[in-house]
């Protein structure tokens, strides 16, 4: 080999920290792509706990956000590139590891996929979907001819917004226990917590039988969340035309218009999780 051969050789499996992903995506030989990933991580991360590691994730990318949002549009690339590197990351594992990420991909409703314009995208997502058995096994109803829920909907958005604090307050919880067992939090810190939060324990897996169970926490989560929906010309037009809205004539009956609003979602959320 060649000396000019052999130091190329060499830095590929130094390459400092960090290092573009993307390079290592594409190392098709799986020995150079262990010693690559070994290279570029080293010991950093080695003894912190694969939950933190996911927190730090999400508080940075929180961050990203709210910068992205102020109108920092690096932040905004930054983003972009964070969830390429994630659906890339993901359809490398799916096939090096099949088995353990259909186990995943079966019980969520989403999977984040790379697609393009490309006439052939469409196909070839709709068949790594299908691989993957994405949603096989989930609460919500994604598979089939007889799904009644329509994504493009904001009643239905909002519906599984509200899912989706749901879930996430149930976990909070769990981690409530686990902080005032570990000292870290007050012990009364339960009774700082609104009830319908508290609500969130123990509740039923999501289905048709308990969606109402479910539904009666997300309803009284949004009133709390949106004590005026009157405010928002996006949740008005759920019950009122353009026309009635652009008059401007409905103060007088804004309770009414209230309950409207709420009983349009409760209707797109009972339509959502599975039998």
């Not at 390079?23 to 010991?43: G, P, V, W, Y």
């Not at 910068?67 to 359809?91: E, M, N, P, V």
């Amino acid at each position: 080999m060649k000396p000019q051969e052999q130091a190329t050789k060499t830095d590929l499996t130094h390459i400092p920290f960090p290092m573009d992903p993307a390079l290592m995506h594409f190392c098709q030989d799986r020995t150079t792509h262990k010693a690559l990933n070994t290279a570029a991580h080293s010991d950093r991360f080695a003894s912190v706990d694969t939950s933190k590691l996911y927190s730090q994730v999400e508080l940075a990318l929180g961050e990203l956000y709210d910068r992205a949002f102020a109108g920092d549009i690096d932040a905004a690339k930054h983003i972009l590139s964070t969830a390429k590197f994630g659906a890339s990351y993901l359809k490398d594992l799916s096939s090096s590891h099949l088995k353990v990420m259909k186990s995943i991909a079966a019980t969520t409703p989403t999977w984040p996929v790379l697609t393009s314009q490309h006439p052939l995208d469409a196909r070839l997502t709709k068949q790594y979907l299908n691989t993957l058995d994405v949603g096989r096994d989930c609460d919500l109803a994604v598979l089939g001819t007889k799904v009644r829920w329509n994504r493009e909907k904001l009643a239905t958005q909002i519906a599984l917004d509200l899912i989706e604090v749901i879930r996430a307050n149930c976990a909070f919880l769990q981690s409530v226990e686990i902080a005032v067992a570990g000292g870290s939090w007050p012990s009364d810190a339960r009774s700082k917590l609104r009830p319908w939060v508290l609500a969130c324990e123990n509740l039923p897996p999501l289905n048709k039988s308990t969606a109402l169970v479910w539904w009666n926490i997300a309803r009284v989560a949004f009133k709390e969340s949106v004590p005026e929906p009157g405010k928002y010309k996006e949740l008005m037009r759920l019950v009122l035309s353009e026309e009635r809205i652009s008059k401007g004539n409905y103060a007088w009956f804004e309770s009414e218009l209230k309950e409207k609003i709420v009983d349009k979602i409760r209707v797109a959320f009972m339509a959502i999780p599975k039998k």
